[in-house]
T-cell receptor
Framework: DAGVIQSPRHEVTEMGQEVTLRCKPI?????LFWYRQTMMRGLELLIY????????DSGMPEDRFSAKMPNASFSTLKIQPSEPRDSAVYFC???????????FGSGTRLTVV | KNEVEQSPQNLTAQEGEFITINCSYS?????LHWLQQHPGGGIVSLFM???GKKKHGRLIATINIQEKHSSLHITASHPRDSAVYIC???????????FGTGTRLTVIP
């Protein structure tokens, strides 16, 4: 398996633009997570899905952020409009219910200027 | 909310030294991951444990659920062990992880 695949690896965008991050989880993993990492706050959960259903979105900062999982093999995290404070590394991870094999993607480094 | 504390925050060691990183958390959990993040950013789960001890090569992880404490040990440390190590408990009834602030380990040849 190629692991959790995220795209793009890097994104530089201007403030106010829409940004879409993409994630393909490991086949057979039924939980998918979006995390954000910043120097100030470290790693924090944004949202997680189980069997394509959003379970906990309490970490989504505000209405500018939205996430979807239309099927078991694809998820998106969208920021509209983007702001400089959204600059961070966004990680997608997937896991089976047991938690064994929890796997992170390589991350998307987002810079909003 | 699960508060997760790690110590030390930074650690510099000579190659070959025995390393211990500690983690304490505040609420009940179902399991705990130790994560490794190298410069450049990739995150790898080294262990998931819910009781006792696990060993993988030179790495050993222990957990005491009653005391809400876990440790990660590295024997015969090597410069390639230089990374940030993050304690990540998993809540009960949920699959998401909470995170410590991480321990930045530097192993000097």
């Amino acid at each position: 398996d190629a692991g959790v695949i995220q795209s793009p690896r890097h994104e530089v965008t201007e403030m106010g633009q829409e940004v879409t991050l993409r994630c393909k989880p490991i086949s057979g993993h039924n939980s998918l997570f979006w995390y954000r990492q910043t120097m100030m706050r470290g790693l924090e959960l944004l949202i997680y899905f189980n069997n394509n259903v959003p379970i906990d979105d309490s970490g989504m900062p505000e209405d500018r952020f939205s996430a979807k999982m239309p099927n078991a093999s694809f998820s998106t995290l969208k920021i509209q409009p983007s702001e400089p404070r959204d600059s961070a590394v966004y990680f997608c991870a997937s896991s089976p219910d047991s938690g064994y094999g929890y796997t992170f993607g390589s991350g998307t480094r987002l810079t909003v200027v | 909310k699960n508060e997760v504390e790690q110590s030390p925050q930074n650690l510099t060691a000579q190659e070959g030294e025995f390393i211990t990183i500690n983690c304490s958390y505040s609420v009940g959990i179902s399991a705990l991951h130790w994560l490794q993040q190298h410069p450049g950013g990739g995150i790898v789960s080294l262990f998931m444990l819910s009781s006792g001890k696990k060993k993988h090569g030179r790495l050993i992880a222990t957990i005491n659920i009653q005391e809400k404490h876990s440790s990660l040990h590295i024997t015969a440390s090597h410069p390639r062990d230089s990374a940030v190590y993050i304690c990540a408990p998993r809540g009960t009834g949920a699959n998401n992880l909470f995170f410590g602030t991480g321990t930045r380990l530097t192993v000097i040849p």
